[in-house]
């Protein structure tokens, strides 16, 4: 069982920077991939980044790379994700999520989730 709390969320300007946090209960954690996902309004959630459990394979969607990065502290039991140079088209409440298989890009590999936290980036 692992439990899932994200923090960082906030209102920022375009070309901001903010840095959500992950902070996980559980025995488990440090052998699970983990990834962030997000959903805007009257939109599916979609995937964002997703880590490895050893922080060593690291994959992101299209539409963040370069821009964010994704990391983990297994000895906090956190996950970060780095979010830069911040566009409005990335307002969405953010999901961390936790798998117990290998790293995925798809919401049904995850098998954890948090509450979410919300990002908004104005104009």
């Known amino acids: 069982q692992v439990q899932l709390v994200e923090s960082g969320g906030g209102l920022v300007q375009a070309g901001d920077s903010l840095r959500l946090s992950c902070a996980a209960s559980?025995?488990?954690?440090?052998?699970?991939?983990m990834g962030w996902f997000r959903q805007a309004p009257g939109k599916e959630r979609e995937f964002v980044a997703t880590?490895?459990?050893?922080?060593?394979?690291?994959y992101y969607a299209d539409s963040v790379k370069g821009r964010f990065t994704i990391s983990r502290d297994n000895a906090k039991n956190t996950v970060y994700l780095q979010m830069n140079s911040l566009k409005p088209e990335d307002t969405a409440v953010y999901y961390c999520?936790?798998?117990?298989?290998?790293?995925?890009?798809?919401?049904?590999?995850?098998?954890?989730w948090g509450q979410g936290t919300q990002v908004t980036v104005s104009s």
């Open positions: 999520a936790a798998a117990l298989g290998l790293v995925g890009i798809g919401t049904m590999e995850y098998d954890y």
């Open positions: 559980g025995r488990t954690f440090s052998s699970s991939a």
């Open positions: 880590i490895s459990w050893s922080g060593g394979t690291t």
